[in-house]
DNA sequence: TGTCCACTGGAAGGGAGGGCTT
DNA sequence: AAGCCCTCCCTTCCAGTGGACA
């Protein structure tokens, strides 16, 4: 082979300018219809300046509808406008998805705020109260004022209850030299039904609720990005409204419509086109769709893989609408067939409502009348996905139980 | 109107695994 | 090494339930 092999690529130009433009990260210099959002936190947090304590607060939206980047914004400028002013203020943004214990939230914010000298924590194994005591010293150490950011707060209550929001509600009552505010941010509306109502009514002391995108909007957000992301003239016609309008059917969410085009423009990339048209976006909706399922397929234990097989073996015997027993029927000799050790009925139920959480199946409660009250349950694995071809690469267990499919259907 | 089915989902707790403290 | 503490995964137990049917 002559030349090095990167060579080829590397002589290419690119279509981008930048490509962080597309990043879910990245963080623009206006936010194109969020005026609103953005000004009635500052109106809150601008407390934080004089010394006082800002009122604790709520945002609520779909994924995707700017809660995260309009939060980031606003701290940042509050950040830089505190250390212009000589006024102490911190921030700490905790994702509740992958923060989500009580201890191990208090031990994010008291690590960040670790001095030289300070005991470092360790990520288990205190007693979650000396982490506390631990973190008050920290903040009062300190002074100033503490915002601390909940992302995906509904995750951290769903999983951990109302504990943690307890005590960080009540966290001014301990503190003596400094001062702390909670901005939760959810993708759930009624999220708050979970919670004590005394913590409920000290958390959303004010709300915020970021509606979706419409297809317009979208539009918007994606030209700046484009015209910082792009070269010039590189969108054909059509390309970005297909890309809004899909995004907007997907409950309006900005980060699905920048993947879309930031795909799409990749596309036309590899097949050294000059110009992107509807067909590459097209194809970066299909890749997104695999791309979304494949990874948690993989990824799934076991018993959810067992489980959602026997779900796609019923269908594939063209049965829809199975009840949690059938379920737990083909589920069991499924176990049988490959010896392992079935799980009880009761975890079963609890690991469809997983599956249905992840959106790889579809499972509703329904009532039969006398025939009992049950699920239905329905695989939602997209037709471009074949499941079962995934996850026998990825686990050989799963392999041999599709090896035996016929014997396994014979016994059905 | 009451019964009854096939579950659901909450509560309690066991046990393994990981880590710290004394 | 023993004693704690926390998380995760799971089981056992059981009260509760929507709605067809007698």
């Excluded at 923060?99 to 001095?115: E, G, H």
């Excluded at 009992?372 to 037709?383: C, E, F, L």
Aim: aromatic residues 4%; hydrophobic residues 35%.
């Amino acid at each position: 082979m002559e030349g090095n092999i990167f060579e080829k690529i590397l002589g290419h130009d690119s279509l981008f300018v930048d490509r962080r433009a597309f990043d879910h990260a990245f963080e623009p210099s206006t936010l194109p219809h969020r005026d609103h959002e953005v000004e009635a936190l500052v109106r809150n947090l601008v407390d934080a300046l004089n010394g006082h304590i800002p009122s604790n607060m709520l945002l609520y939206g779909v994924p995707g509808s700017g809660k995260t980047v309009v939060t980031r914004f606003v701290l940042g400028q509050l950040l830089d406008k505190g250390e212009e002013m000589g006024q102490r203020v911190e921030t700490y943004e905790i994702n509740c998805r992958v923060v989500d214990t009580k201890y191990r939230v208090f031990q994010t914010i008291a690590t960040q705020l670790a001095r030289r000298g300070d005991t470092p924590i360790p990520f288990t194994g205190w007693p979650t109260d000396r982490v506390l005591d631990a973190l008050i010293e920290r903040m009062d150490g300190a002074g100033g004022v503490h915002i601390i950011v909940l992302d995906e707060i509904d995750n951290l209550v769903a999983r951990a209850g109302d504990g943690l929001l307890y005590n960080l509600t009540s966290l001014n009552t301990s503190l003596r030299n400094s001062r702390c505010c909670i901005i939760g941010i959810s993708n759930d509306l009624h999220f708050t039904q979970q919670l004590d109502p005394r913590v409920s009514s000290r958390l959303s002391q004010e709300d915020i609720v970021f509606h979706p995108y419409g297809a317009p909007e979208i539009s918007d957000i994606l030209l700046e990005r484009v015209s910082t992301g792009l070269r010039e003239d590189v969108l054909g016609p059509g390309v970005l409204e297909l890309c809004s309008a899909l995004a907007a059917q997907e409950h309006g969410d900005a980060r699905r419509a920048l993947d879309l085009l930031r795909i799409s423009v990749q596309k036309a990339e590899q097949r050294s086109q000059k110009s992107v048209d509807p067909r590459h976006v097209r194809m970066a909706q299909s890749q997104l769709e695999y791309d979304q399922v494949t990874p948690v397929l993989k990824t799934l234990p076991l018993h959810q893989k067992l489980l959602l097989f026997s779900i796609r073996l019923n269908e594939e015997n063209g049965l829809r609408n199975i009840s949690t027993g059938e379920t737990y029927r083909t589920y069991s000799e499924a176990c049988m067939k490959i010896r392992v050790e079935p799980l009880t009925p009761r975890r079963i139920s609890s690991l469809l409502n997983e599956l249905d959480t992840l959106g790889l199946i579809m499972a509703r409660n329904v009532s039969k009348g006398r025939g009992g009250r049950s699920k239905q349950v329905n695989s939602a694995i997209p037709k471009a996905v074949d499941a079962i071809t995934t996850m026998s690469e990825s686990e050989p267990l799963i392999a041999e139980a599709a090896l035996g499919r016929y014997n396994l259907q014979g016994l059905l």
